[in-house]
């Protein structure tokens, strides 16, 4: 298991850790704050709950979820650890290209091979019609999920775009403060748009099955900008001489895309799940592409761009929650869906005289003549 790395911080940082930390203790229930204990212990199960609270839409839980969050995160600054001292591996590519069973062959070898602790967070789509879902790629990781050291939450999408929920930058950080060393995170399958993912790891891998389209698919803008390795997977049998050819077509097609970083040029490599191999390879470029960025400074530099990021992803959440919940203007709402349905009006009219409203409603008070009178 990698050591925990600490960093030097100022005496006054760690005190006003401390003093953030004893104030938000203040404010959360008992339940909550022996979650948090137990999420810092690593304890599985409260790891389980904390998620759970994490993800809960009830407006009660989310005050309680941003308590959790703090405090935890507050109790790692006060001792010292740093930031990038474990790892996030994101792994995404089309439905069929096999991408829970490369990630059982790669988490099962860094427990055992490399005494890692491994967190893995299987995002599942959720249905547009009853909001459900399956959440079945934890039974397709049978074998990694039986150990110890590992620890696998399938998640729903909510309706969240983007390949990834809306709270996985939350869970990715209640699994480092639980002590996991890599956290990998599987975005539903995806096509050429579906980017977010590279919002909330440090490394993005392209999973691809073999005669998956030609190079100039790979040319495509979109998942392919992204992509810091790609991995032709089922390379084996009688797809070992197209997956080869896979390999190459992708190596060409990146060498004619700009480097999404200056330190770091792409690699193609092919693998099989089905038969284990391939996969130490894999991991080799994973650990070059740490140390690159990290002596580089770009995986911390990236970190600040992604927690900046995700405060602009929550604050949009957080408005529409916020305005969807609203009475009056739900019923406003309805009432422009009924002019818009009669083709008496544009969405754009009415998305203005939404926002209008709800600015309206929450504009502050204005002061009262006697309290201005008083002041004179």
Not at 241 to 260: E, G, I, N, P, W
Request: some cysteine; aromatic content about 4%.
């Amino acid at each position: 298991m990698l050591a925990t790395k600490t960093r030097d911080v100022e005496a006054s940082d760690v005190e006003q850790a401390r003093e953030v930390k004893a104030e938000v203790k203040e404010e959360m229930e008992p339940a909550t704050l022996e979650m948090a204990k137990g999420v810092l212990a690593g304890n599985r199960v409260s790891l389980s709950r904390a998620i759970t609270l994490i993800e809960s839409w009830k407006e009660s839980h989310t005050l309680q979820a941003q308590y959790l969050l703090e405090y935890v995160l507050k109790d790692r600054q006060e001792k010292g650890i740093d930031a990038t001292s474990s790892f996030r591996l994101g792994i995404c590519g089309t439905p069929g290209s096999g991408k829970s069973s490369t990630i059982e062959r790669l988490g099962t070898m860094l427990v055992r091979d490399k005494g890692q602790r491994v967190a893995v967070l299987a995002v599942d789509p959720s249905s547009a019609r009853s909001g459900g879902s399956i959440l079945g790629d934890k039974t397709r990781m049978t074998e990694l999920s039986k150990l110890e050291e590992a620890y696998v939450r399938p998640s729903p999408t909510r309706g969240s775009l983007g390949g990834v929920a809306q709270h996985t930058n939350d869970v990715v950080l209640l699994c480092e403060a639980a002590g996991f060393d890599i956290v990998i995170v599987e975005s539903v399958g995806l096509g050429q748009s579906e980017v977010l993912i590279d919002e909330v790891v440090d490394m993005t891998v392209l999973l691809a099955a073999p005669a998956g389209g030609d190079e100039l698919q790979g040319v495509k803008k979109g998942i392919m900008e992204i992509a810091d390795m790609v991995v032709v997977n089922k390379a084996d049998g009688d797809l070992e001489k197209v997956a080869r050819h896979a390999a190459t077509d992708y190596m060409h097609a990146l060498q004619l895309m700009r480097r999404k970083r200056e330190a770091w040029r792409p690699r193609v490599k092919k693998c099989s799940a089905l038969r284990n191999t391939g996969i130490e390879d894999v991991w080799q470029v994973v650990e070059k592409f740490r140390k690159t960025m990290t002596e580089s400074g770009d995986l911390l530099l990236k970190r600040q761009q992604q927690n900046r990021s995700w405060m602009w992803n929550q604050f949009n959440e957080q408005l529409m929650f916020r305005a969807k919940h609203d009475p009056e203007l739900h019923h406003l709402a309805d009432d422009l869906a009924e002019t818009l349905g009669q083709g008496y009006g544009t969405p754009r009219h009415a998305a203005r005289t939404l926002v209008s409203e709800f600015l309206r409603k929450n504009a502050p008070a204005p002061p009262s003549s006697s309290s201005s009178s008083t002041s004179s």
